[in-house]
């Protein structure tokens, strides 16, 4: 089913802006050129985000689903409902990675999933070993580790020079969320 010959691994990490906006432009592309793509959001419980109700008009080549508890996780404070909802969220990435359906996953945070450790980064680094050769796999979030930098194929850093948050402006709907 797939329209891929190879698929990659791709992590757009770092501490500027455009990570899942980056992933997301390539879904748009990709659905363009006939691609199916499947996003899986880690760590997004709280609706709100503008994404969800815009994937819904590339339906049904793209889908979306988000999972992750309510409220901000603090490192070394997992919530138990926090790391519940994470590995809902990876054992439903395993899934979709490994169904045949889909030539592009996107696991959106993912990244700061694993370094929150709501999930084991060795787990992730498993798939990302099995995972079928013609499944184009992206990985977003802050802080990518030198293992997983080492084993995808494309690595983007965002990179922070300047941000409105310093003027006091804060996040917009439409443009931020």
């Known amino acids: 089913m797939s329209n891929l010959s190879q698929g990659l691994v791709q992590i757009y990490t770092g501490n500027g802006k455009g990570k899942t906006t980056a992933a997301f432009g390539l ?13 899986i959001q880690f ?21 979306l689903e988000h999972y992750g508890g309510a409220g901000w996780v ?16 990876f054992s439903r990435a395993q899934e979709i990675v490994f169904s045949g359906n889909w030539d592009i ?4 945070e993912i990244l700061n999933a694993i370094w929150f450790e709501l999930i084991p980064e060795s787990e992730v680094m498993e798939l ?9 796999l ?11 930098i080492e084993k995808a194929d494309l690595v983007t850093e965002m990179v922070d020079k300047k941000h409105p ?13």
């Open 43 to 63: 760590m997004k419980g709280n609706d709100g985000y503008g994404e969800l109700d815009g994937i819904k008009r590339l339906s049904p080549e793209c889908q």
């Open 74 to 89: 603090h490192k070394g404070e997992n919530l138990e409902e926090n790391i519940v909802e994470a590995k809902k969220a």
């Open 27 to 39: 879904a748009l592309r990709a659905v363009g050129h006939g691609f199916r793509v499947f996003i």
């Open 165 to 177: 948050y310093d003027k006091g402006i804060m996040s917009r709907q439409g443009i931020e969320f």
């Open 128 to 136: 990302l070993t099995k995972k079928p050769s013609h499944v184009e």
């Open 105 to 108: 996953v996107i696991l959106d």
């Open 138 to 148: 992206i990985l977003t979030g802050r802080n990518a580790s030198e293992d997983m």
